[in-house]
Each structure stands twice: as structure tokens, then as C-alpha cells.
């Protein structure tokens, strides 16, 4: 029998309620594959700034890199300014551990209403950078609150990091339907804009069998609404990501099912796996959230560690769970624990 050691961070907001779910779906999943999942909560996210004006100390990285995973709820407080928990921990953890892969992927689950007219099969996965872009805090405000104010954050892009990127996303293209979409704006920022489409070239030569595509991410917000079923693969800098994984949360059946996967790929540090949505401050505390998100994450977790078939046991519940709840008003209508308390028993039953 084997260890998984997790470090957990429930954050803000309904973090501190889907988490636990998550927790208790990845150890119904391991059970039976006789590995033993052992927890280190981490106390981080606005409760503690407010106590002790920490964010995330050297220490608590130093103790989070000896975990083989991170699972994140999600930060940001309306207590908090806007930017310090989620530049000071989120950003912080993705760049420190050096997670260039942000792995976001979009499926209808049969049985789930998109509200889109005709979302056709969508089946397709957003390959988001994850340490480069707008996102690097390259930037500044001079005069700041004056009426000469100036303000910058510089977009930060270098050909490794894009590279680097670049073939996982064709990696996982070849996996799959060996389709490559690349998103940029690329008529305006043809800085950034250029380098990605030279490296999508360049690598793209390596991979014939892969088809290749563009579009700007102005035309994506129309191409995703009207036909998302003509996407395997997309591939896209950091901001542009952040985005496009919004709207594909929402036509995909909602924010509540969107996960997500912070990986470094080489293993040199702990990756982290979270739900794409925020801490939902409208609605924490009321066990409204739905934990799904959070539970599919925990499943990509498993297939990044190499337990395929818990990972699929995770998938299939989930699967199940979802399509009772259309044809059902109580269904859909359960909270967080009770969601939770279905996904479990539904996982550990297989
Ligand atoms: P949000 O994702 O928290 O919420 C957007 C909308 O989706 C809200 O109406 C919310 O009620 C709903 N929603 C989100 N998750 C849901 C779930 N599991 N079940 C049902 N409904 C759900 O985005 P926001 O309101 O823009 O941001 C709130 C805070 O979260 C901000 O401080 C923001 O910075 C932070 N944030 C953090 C992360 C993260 O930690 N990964 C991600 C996004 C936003
Ligand atoms: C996300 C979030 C984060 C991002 C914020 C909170 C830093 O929106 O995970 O999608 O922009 O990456
Ligand atoms: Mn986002």
C-alpha cells in the first residue's frame, strides 16, 4: 500500500466548502486501489491576513513543495483588497511551482442543458500558460490617484516558456482528435502575437498529423457560443485563457462543473488542482456551492499521478450524478454536502 500525501488549501469563499468534498472523493477513489491519502490543511487565504498580514511565507512554500499535489479551493475576499490573495497565494504558488501548463477542459456531459441552442458534442480542453503574459506583475501606476495617473502591466512572453507549452498542447492534440486551435490577438499584438504563431508553426511541423488552426480571441467569444464542437484543442496565453475558460465553464453546463489543473509536467514541483471558479462571495456559507467542479479536478489530479482507473471511477460518478440531476428538481436542487454525499457513495460503490 502507498501514500498520497495532499496538501490542502480550502482558501475563501465556498473554498472551504467544496474542498472537503474534493478530500473525501479523491480518498473513495484511492481506497480500493489500497493508497492512503494523507492530508496537511494549510490555514492560508484571507482569514489568516487578516490575523497575521501573511499571504504565503517561504515556510508554508517550503512545506507545500514536499506534498505530491496541492488541492486550492479558491482566495479573494471582499474584506481583502482585490489582488493581494490572488497575486500573493494563487499567482504566487503557479509561478513559484512553475505550473506552465494550466489544463482546463470542457465536456457536456450527457444530460446537462448548456444554454447554448445547439452546443453540439462539445468535447474540447483550453491548454492555458501559466507563468508568463499579462499575468507576471510586470508593470506600475506613476502619479498614482492623480489626474496624470499612467499605468502598465507589461505582458511578459519568452519563446521557451511558450514553447514549452506549445507542445504539451500538441502532445495532448495527438491524444485526441489532433486538432489545434491557437487563440492570440495576434493583428495587435503582434509582439507576443507573432512569437506564439511562429511556435505553433515551428512545433506544428513536428506534428503533421495535427491540424492547426487560429483565431483571435475576440472571434473565439463568437466561435464558442455558435459552435464549440469544432474544438479539440486550444491553446492560448495566460490572460486570454483566464477568459476563454470562463465562457466555456458557462456553455459547457455551468461554472459549477469546470475544473481545472495547475501542472508542472517535469514533476519538479507539486502540481495543484482546483475548480476554474472563485470564492463566490454571493453565495459561501449557504451550501449553495456546487462541489462538482472541485471533484472533477481531483480527477485530473488522479490521472496526472497515475491512478487512470480512480480517475475514471471519479469521471463516471460524476457522469451519472449530473445527468440524474436534469430530469430532477430535487436533484438539481441539493447542497454542497448532499452533492458531495452522492458523488462519494457513488464512487465508493463501484
Ligand atoms: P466567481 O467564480 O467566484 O463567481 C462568479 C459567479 O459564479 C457567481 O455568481 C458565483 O455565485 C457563481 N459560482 C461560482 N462557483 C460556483 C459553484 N461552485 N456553484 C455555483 N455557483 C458558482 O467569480 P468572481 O465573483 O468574479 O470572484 C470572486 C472572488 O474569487 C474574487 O476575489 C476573485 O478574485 C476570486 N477568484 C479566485 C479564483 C481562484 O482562487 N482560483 C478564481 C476566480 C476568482
Ligand atoms: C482563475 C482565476 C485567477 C486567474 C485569479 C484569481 C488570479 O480567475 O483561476 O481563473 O486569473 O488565473
Ligand atoms: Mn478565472
Known sequence: ?????????????????????????????LEPAGVTVETTDFDLGAGRWHRTGETLTDEDMARLAEHDAILLGAVGDPGVPSGVLER?????????????????????????SSPLANPGEMDFVVVREGTEGPYVGNGGSLRTGTDLEVATEVSLNTAVGVERVVRYAFEQAESRRRKLTLVHKHNVLVHAGHLYRRIVEKVGAEHPEVEVDYAHVDAMMIYLVQDPSRFDVIVT???????????????????????????????????????????????????????????????????????????????AAVENDVAARAGSEELSGRGTAAIGDALVAAISGR
Open 1 to 29: 500500500a502507498s501514500t498520497l500525501r495532499l496538501a490542502v488549501i480550502e482558501g475563501d469563499g465556498i473554498g472551504k466548502e467544496v474542498v472537503p468534498q474534493g478530500v473525501r472523493a479523491l480518498r473513495a477513489a
Open 88 to 112: 500573493g497565494l494563487l499567482l504566487k504558488l503557479r509561478f513559484a511551482f512553475d505550473h506552465y501548463v494550466n489544463l482546463r477542459p470542457t465536456r457536456l456531459f450527457p444530460g446537462v
Open 237 to 315: 496565453d495566460n490572460l486570454f485563457g483566464d477568459i476563454v475558460t470562463d465562457l466555456a465553464g458557462a456553455v459547457g453546463g455551468g461554472i459549477g462543473l469546470a475544473a481545472s489543473g495547475n501542472i508542472n509536467p517535469t514533476g519538479a514541483y507539486p502540481s495543484m488542482f482546483e475548480p476554474v471558479h472563485g470564492s463566490a462571495p454571493d453565495i459561501a456559507g449557504k451550501d449553495l456551492a456546487d462541489p462538482t467542479a472541485t471533484v472533477l479536478s481531483i480527477a485530473i489530479m488522479l490521472d496526472h499521478l497515475g491512478h487512470v482507473e480512480p480517475a475514471a471511477a471519479v469521471r
